[in-house]
């Protein structure tokens, strides 16, 4: 955070008074976020010195910012945490990122599990938060391999995983959505989606820095209050996961309030066109479709002025000096138009994943990611990304394939989300639900397969369970949680099977 660090002490010195941040706390200029930085940079240079690891409480306001310019004066690697973490979350990424320090609330140190043996040495600093080090000599920051910043994301495998990134990929990946969006300097942006994430942090926050614009942020998502930010602080883009996309348009206040955004950007979780195509119109703005991931930051996208079926219906051209290529199973690059298996490389692939306190990764022999995502590479040189390779039912030995499900749900006209999940089946092993967020509320399941069965969809892959909610099961930050919607589709499963 080295290069963000000397950005915005060179604006303090300049324009102290400028507006880097806006949170539920108030506004904050760029004068206070590097004063406070130095507060904190200063507790630990004199208590550990050297240029320590530092895990930070990220939430949604000035202080996760000032936190990570304290730790670029320093030279160190900052680690965003989420304030709702566990401690046994807390574990693990002592295990995998072995922290100098810890800065945080009082509260959530203890939530955590902090131990005074580990973190011996407390200070307070801003806002009664506590600096916690612990007193050995620092950890070489080299241990890094040119990581800045790392930050925990849901793993496939259950295990939580410590993704590690530089600061020249966080700024590369700004850069490129900054051209993309066409914002200009000083713009202000959006940042709801927690900080604790990788891509909220790149985008979220360290993009508004590098542009010279203040950081609007609330408290907690809650889909009036982000609207109620955006109209109020004149905020010119923002990015946000679908499920939020998609609660803003459903609130009455939200109509038309969206009309000064240049763009609102969705990626991380299923979309559909239409459903983001009726957004749009009720926000007054327009949605452009990423593909990102922790690993790889937002390394496609489309861009505002594309035409809706562009914008809405693929997920855009990687960014200059990123590709992205579809291959088989062997690993050979397939025809345009068919479809296989994700694999990108380019400026802001991670340094690897925190395991042992250093960064590990697995690419193949000529330096490519495999996503995991099944993926298509359009005539038009657009990528479409189809969902995860490995998202399937098995049902009486019979494969299937739950991205193809879910689209074919989605078409419906009432549908706003659907999430197609296994439930258990004596008989055949699994059997197919689909939760389903709709403006009817009897959508039932005859209507549903009655609909496939007009589109053509085959029998054998109609869901059997339909269940209307009103929101789908998301993780700390707005992505569709598929584990906890498995849960719920055999709750409410096992509901119905006692009424009947």
Known sequence: MQVLAQELTERARRAPDDVAVVDA????????VVRAAREIAALLADSLGGSPTVLVQADNTWRTLAAAVAVGLRGGMVAVFSDHASAAEFELAMEDIRPDAVFATEGVLERWGVSDTAFPHRRPSID???VATSGRPVSPVERWNGGAAVAMTSGSTGRPKCVVQSEESIRYAGRSTIEAIGLRPGDAVGAFVPLSSVAAF???????????GPMVCIDSWQPELAVEAMARHEVRWTMLVPTMALQLAVRPEAEGRLAGLRAMTVGGGPMNADALGRAERTLGTRIIRVFGMSECLG??????????????????????GTEVRVVDHAGRAIATGSVGAAQVRGPSLFVGYARDGSPSRELTDDGFLPTGDLARVNADGTISILGREKQIIIRGGRNIDINE??????????????????????????????????????LSLESVTGFLGDSGVPKAKWPEYVFVVSDLPQNRVGKLSR????????????ASLEVT
């Open 25 to 32: 706390l108030g506004t904050h200029t760029v004068g206070d």
């Open 128 to 130: 009664g938060w506590t």
């Open 202 to 212: 790149c985008f979220g926050m360290y993009l508004p820095a590098m542009l010279g």
């Open 299 to 320: 390394h496609t996208t489309t861009r505002p002025d594309e035409e809706a079926s562009t914008r809405l219906g693929t997920d855009g051209r990687p960014f200059p």
């Open 405 to 442: 499900v879910e689209a074919a749900v989605a078409r419906i006209p009432s549908v706003t989300q659907v999430c197609v999940v296994p439930v258990p089946d004596e008989l055949l092993g699994e059997r197919a639900a689909a939760l389903v967020v709709s403006s009817d509320p009897a």
């Open 483 to 494: 584990r906890d919607a498995t849960d719920l589709a055999e709750r409410l499963m096992s």
